[in-house]
């Protein structure tokens, strides 16, 4: 019987197998003894040992090979990297185990509230609230007059007198509400349903879409057969009916017996595509509440003036652009009226010039056909008196400036005073001049008596007070708005996109399994819209198997005969 040293030099694996456990070393180790156990074994040509086991040379000539184990009486000391002391090592390999540990602990963490955040984001009921505040607060928006001066607010919403018992300016101004679209409370709110949006996209839409772009075949007829719609045909082929689904717009996949086909599946891109281009809208909709200029202006008829000096920035995004110094010039402001006598339209001829004085551009524009350049929008919005050209006694032109004045309500009353020397009164006297527009001025006395209406174009002299007055001309002012709008190709990208994938989202996506099973082909298939249409379309396509059946058993036969 061999020996047990004998056996683990025969039985490599054994002796890999075999473990114990390791003691802990005393303070103080004793001497390692050594024990030499050799065997004989035969030379097997060279080939590996077990382990623990070490090979001498041999000499040439001999036919057995003398093999070596060695046994400590203690466990042999724990080789450590770079010979450092055996303490020393653990103690480094076990701070590098703790880091480890306290950097996966942190990675989990991470990872947990991450999922936690996505999950709450993408909850729907809070995004449609989110959508409902929004649009609760450009309503708002539209009932408080924006953009006011504080002032007005503190007319318009006094303390002492709330507006339905409790709305005081103090609910104006401190949330921002008198510039409401780009007060912080508006701007959060978009920035939190764009977050819900992305949350939504990346935890659910993206998702489904990795599903259905795979090819999922079924391989149980029971399975098929409990689809939206489901039919068996008889003595019929997953291949013939592969060439029906594929005239029907479908894409085919077959796996052995098995058959997949689906089509719309960019009915299942659409709802990313919707959500992005909504994102779109809101980032441009934040850029130009941020970012752009806005500025007023009354110009009357032959004056200039500098873009730069009348815009002001409406955010924190609001830098001005190299075209801030392009000078504006008035070179005519002129009026339509309808038959009744109302202002129809009004027109302003306008000249942009550069630093060098060099004329860029030149455009009538009139409401609703601004003037754009470089970025810089010019809407005519209103229109002005500012002047009236007078002669007297054959003396003048004199320049008479009108003064806006206030009479039911919205409706416009300009006037002016030519003043009459007279030596036996203390108070300036003259005649008086009212206007509703430049085409006609009607002319009071000294005393307030009405004496006559006169065009200014037709320069026919009238008499007061004994003096001759003539209208020669009426200088109307243009009212100019500008702005500068940086979020405009934005948002009109964001509305072009959502317009197509709102259109795109309701197309169908059909999926249509097949199972070859004997002679009988068991087909069933589902759609997530246009229920009534896919049944119908179905059943168009069934009639269409026992036509090609027919086709191809003809075939079949007249290839046999021919044969």
């Known amino acids: 019987m061999p020996s047990p040293t004998c056996y683990l030099l025969l039985n490599p694996a054994a002796s890999r197998s075999h473990h114990r456990p390791r003691l802990p070393l005393p303070a103080a180790a004793p001497p390692r003894r050594l024990v030499h156990v050799s065997c004989d074994a035969r030379r097997t040509g060279g080939g590996g040992g077990g382990g623990g086991v070490k090979r001498e040379a041999i000499p040439a000539g001999t036919g057995k090979a003398k093999k070596q184990v060695v046994f ?125 949006l992305m949350a939504c996209t990346y935890t659910t839409q993206i998702p489904i879409v990795k599903v259905a772009r795979r090819w999922s075949f079924m391989h149980s007829a029971g399975s098929i057969r409990k689809q939206e719609f489901a039919e068996s045909l008889p003595r019929a082929s997953i291949q013939d009916l592969g060439v029906i689904l594929m005239g029907y717009g479908y894409e085919v996949f077959t796996k052995g017996p098995s058959l997949y086909a689906f089509k719309g599946l960019a009915g299942r891109f659409a709802p990313i595509g919707v959500h992005i281009a909504m994102i779109f809208i809101m980032a441009g909709a934040t850029l130009s509440a941020t970012g752009s200029f806005k500025g007023s202006v009354d110009v009357p008829q032959g004056l200039n003036f500098v873009i730069g000096d009348v815009m002001k920035p409406k955010g924190v995004l609001s830098f001005a652009p190299d075209v801030f110094n392009t000078e504006v010039h008035v070179n005519r402001f002129y009026m339509e009226y309808y038959d009744s006598g109302e202002v129809s339209q009004f027109y302003s001829d306008l000249s942009l010039f550069d630093l060098d004085g060099k004329e860029v551009m030149r455009k009538t524009i009139k409401v609703n056909d601004p ?78 008596k009405f004496v006559g209406v006169r065009r200014p174009s037709s320069k026919l002299p009238i008499e007061i007070d ?49 199972l070859q099973d004997g002679s009988t082909v068991v087909i069933g298939g589902k759609t997530n819209r246009a229920k009534l249409e896919f049944s119908e379309e179905m059943n168009r396509l069934l009639d269409k198997v026992p036509e090609l059946i027919s086709v191809n058993e003809k075939k079949i036969d007249s290839k046999q005969s021919a044969t």
């Not at 209103?382 to 400036?401: M, R, Y």
């Not at 002016?416 to 009071?444: C, F, H």
């Open 371 to 448: 003037l754009r350049y470089g970025g810089v929008t010019i809407y005519q919005t209103d229109w002005g008196f500012s002047a009236l050209q007078v002669k007297k006694n054959g003396e003048g032109p004199f320049n008479l400036a009108m003064a806006p004045l206030k009479l039911n309500g919205d409706k416009k009353l300009f006037g002016t005073l030519l003043p009459l020397e007279n030596s036996g009164s203390s108070n300036v006297k003259g005649i008086s001049m009212l206007a509703r527009d430049l085409q006609s001025i009607v002319l009071y006395d000294q005393e307030g």
């Open 466 to 514: 004994g003096n001759e007055i003539v209208i020669e001309d009426a200088i109307g002012s243009t009212g100019l708005d500008l702005k500068t709008d940086p979020g405009i190709p934005i948002v009109y990208a964001g509305f072009g996109a959502l317009m197509l994938t709102t259109c795109i989202s309701y197309l169908s996506h059909s999926q249509i399994w097949a």
């Open 72 to 196: 400590f009486d203690a466990a042999p000391p724990v080789s450590q990297r770079g010979g450092g002391g055996g303490g020393e090592g653990e103690g480094e390999g076990e701070g590098k185990v703790a880091r480890r540990k306290k950097e996966n602990a942190a990675l989990g963490l991470v990872r947990r509230l991450t999922k936690r955040t996505l999950s709450l984001l993408s909850n729907l009921p809070l995004a449609i609230s989110e959508m409902f505040a929004i649009a609760a607060l450009m309503a708002l928006g539209t009932v408080i007059d924006q953009g006011e001066a504080p002032s007005y607010y503190f007319e318009k919403f006094p303390e002492d007198n709330p507006v339905f018992g409790f709305i005081t300016w103090r609910w104006i101004l401190t949330p921002g509400f008198d510039h409401m679209f780009s007060s912080p409370v508006f701007l959060g709110l978009l920035a939190l349903l764009a977050a819900s």
